[in-house]
Structures are given as C-alpha cells and as structure tokens.
DNA sequence: CCTTGACCTTCCAGCGACTGGAAGCCCTAT
DNA sequence: ATAGGGCTTCCAGTCGCTGGAAGGTCAAGG
C-alpha cells in the first residue's frame, strides 16, 4: 500500500502519517522507487493512533500505549493509570472551560450589542469588577 | 516602575510582559539605561490583557477588545459579537471534551486495572470496537 | 514516444503563546 | 571590590501538525 491508500484507509493526511515516520511511531518498508510500503501491520498501527488522538492522548501517551499493546506481558493497570491520568487532565479543562463559559456568557447576555460605546464586557475586562 | 513590579502587579511573568512588548501590545517607555519604564495606562493594558486572556480570547482577539476598548465611539454590538463568537469556540470544545470524556471514563471503568495483560482500552484502540 | 496529471519524495517554515537558557549590562549594599 | 539580584537581548524549543516549494515516478491517452 501506498501513503495516499493508507492514509485514505486510516483517516489520517498523509502528512501527518509522514510526521508519525519521522518521530518513529512506524517503520514501513521502502519501494526501490524510494516510496514508502505500508504493511496490515502498518495500517493497524496508525488505526490505533489515530484513535488514541481522537480521544486525546499526547503523542508520547500514544507511544507508550503503542509499547503497552505490543507487549504481551503488559500489566492492564499500567494502562488504566495512564488512561486515567488522561482523564483527570480532560476533566481539569473541562472545568477551566466551564468557569470561561461561565464569565463569558453573563457578560455577553449583559451587553446591549447596540450602536452606543457602553459595553460591560470592556469594562470588566478593564477593572476585573463586574 | 519596572518590569518586575508591573510583572507582579498585572499578575503576569515579565516574559510575557516582553513578548507583549515584541507584539506590539503594549509600548512602555524606556530609561536611559535600557531599561523598560512603565506607564500607569502600562500597567493597566496589562491587567486588561491578563484578564482577556483568562478568559480565553487569543492573542488577535485581545488586540482587537484593546482597540474597541481605547475606541470612544466603539459599537457595543462589536465587542459582543467576539465574545460571542469565542463563547461558541469555547463551547464547541467542551462538547469535544465531554465526549472524550465519556469514552474514556467507560474505558477506564471496564478495564480491571491489574497484573493480567487483558485490556479493553488497549483492545477498544486496536479495532474501534467495544 | 511524449505529455499530462496525479501521486510520491524531501526539506524548510510557520502556527500560538509563550518559556527556558545563555551571555552580558546595571544597580545597590556591604 | 565584589556579590547578588534585576534587567537586557537573542536564540531555541514546546506540540502536533500543516503548507508550500522543488523535484522524482508512474499510468493513461494521443
């Protein structure tokens, strides 16, 4: 398989499969042409990337679960503390954009929006009053 | 006042102070030995940014409050029509993370996290399946 | 056989918003 | 005179790609 019908395959820009190469989460095999030849095993790697992505995972995260899931002596609690890890830091930002949305959503229903000056966003950004 | 003051008293690292400086966010004075000299309205920028910035707006979008915010004849409707374009962004992405959430916090719920290499986290990555 | 166009390659630069560190000047207190 | 702290500039790195340039390769059509 070639880059384009990999990338097709496993929902990733070929750049970014390309990028995945050089900081060495896949090794795949090179045509006498100098392109690259993708494996199954290939193509399931970067199906499992592109998931771990998804739900957030850092690349290194993604690295160690790769390690994790090629290890047949892995223990499962390795993995449930990363993944756990994971999920305090999502539920921090969750938190951090909750208390913005908060802020944020008073201030805009307190706005006009009109044609005058008068604006209570401006000024509690310049006070920190509200 | 110096960079450290203002650094402590608009509560921001004078890194970033400097950075703001290089973006042309704010133009403190300089003394005759090279040092940056803060205005009051320096301070008070800051302070306006700092806050902005908690509250998530990027760089571009705090450009554009401190002009609306130095504008007398300013329309209301401009400042709230950001925000709420950034109340949206926010939004949209504590829907992204909730669903991360959601998935993950199932995961990590099934998997028994002990010595057995048995996964669902590894195994939900490796197919996508349940 | 030639051309066209789609694919592939590498390499370099840029995004956003800082942050760390090095090298060196300045100021105050002892 | 020296020690320390604070200030300066400049360069590089963060994270995870993404865009673009310059050029090689391949299959199809004329």
Redesign the pocket.
Known sequence: M????V?QKAG?????I???EDIGLIT?L???????VFRESDLHKLAF?GRA?ALG??????RTLLALYEDDTRASADVKELAQAHLAKIEDKIAQLESMRGTLSDLVKSCAGDNRPDCPILSDLATGQH
Chains 1, 2 share one sequence.
């Open positions: 070639n880059i384009g019908d990338a990733l820009p070929p750049k970014t390309r990028y995945y795949p090179r045509d006498t042409n100098g392109y690259r990337l992505r995972f850092t690349i290194e995260d993604c």
